[in-house]
């Protein structure tokens, strides 16, 4: 798990490289177009992201170990103490800055923009983010709300394997189905288009990877053949998605990876001796995956770090951009490991007393 999102954190890392450093070379050069491909591959970082949460989130809902307001406790202490120390960060730089200020100039309009980014409104809403990545935890907050909300009230424990999976490819099917259909639609006020959320499909395909991993039927021994060709569909997609016409609804390239991703996901949790398992067991990519979340928050700080050492002190060249890019990287985890250490291991990982659980009634489809 920690490798794979060591993989997803690599991703993410190559979009904001090519947005701030690779965008200094000429357009069309071969190294701006290469490097823009990889930025442009590089957001499915965040889709791998929404994958695993959905794997990991609907695993803890389904055990049942927690009651609502443990779990929701849990996942505000997850969240909010590395992403307010960002935050403070981000504010207190505005504030020495004006010019590269984000935060309205009227005290009441500054009071409820901090505000609405202190909740984790901008993405699921149209409201600028302060921390640029943070859009994505607006979509996190709304599946560990949601989910415990529809397996509760739908008393989804008490359904068969059948019936969830059955429940939840067709709502992903659903909305993306929505989504082409009103990509195009305008939307008034501080709210997006629904159809523009397509990518929430990913916590789908977590809960089917984890209801195919968790199924004793499917426990099977796969194939080393098998593995190899999901990790080529992967591959293929992730490369591919770049090349997609221009204009293209989202709900595209999120089925792609929600077919692709799943599957590899499948593969690589469901079988710990197979190629891809042990392949993600790589050391250093499991360290950069358990810091994975200090890492997406404080990274772009490191980018934009070196894109200002590197203008002031070298005239812009292929060869300088791709010797940085290993620099560069070097400099994002070492931010990215004092953030961990300092406030996220400290402060996010102290784990609470076991409380009542989510659903006090055993079924026999629990098992």
Known sequence: MEGVRGLAVVLVFLVHFDQLIASLLPNHSLSRNILHWAGEMGHSGVDLFFLLSGYLIYGLVRSGKRSVPDFLARRVQRIYPTFFAILASYIVYMLLMPSQSKIPHAAGAALLYLAANAMLLPGLFAITPIITVAWS????????????????????????????????????????????????????????????????????????????????????????????????????????????????????????????FGLACACSLGDETGLLATAFSFTPLRCLGNMSYSYYLIHAIGVHLTRGAMVRAFPISPALVWSVLPVCFAITWLASTALFLLVEKPLSFARPATSSRLDPVPTPETT
């Open 137 to 260: 935890l607006s979509y996190e907050v709304f599946y560990y709300a949601a989910l415990p909300a529809l397996y509760l009230v739908a008393r989804m424990r008490r359904w068969n394997r059948t019936a969830r999976v059955t429940f939840f490819v067709g709502l992903a099917l659903a909305y993306c189905a929505y989504s082409m259909k009103y990509w195009n639609a305008a939307v008034p006020g501080i709210l997006l288009n629904p159809a523009q959320h397509v990518r929430l499909i990913m916590f789908v395909a977590g809960i089917l990877a984890y209801e195919a991993v968790s199924a004793k039927p499917l426990r099977f021994r796969i194939s080393r053949r098998m593995e190899f060709a999901v990790a080529v569909l992967a591959g293929c997609v992730v490369l591919g998605i770049p090349g997609l016409p221009s204009g293209t609804p989202a709900a595209v390239p999120a089925l792609m990876l929600f077919v692709a």
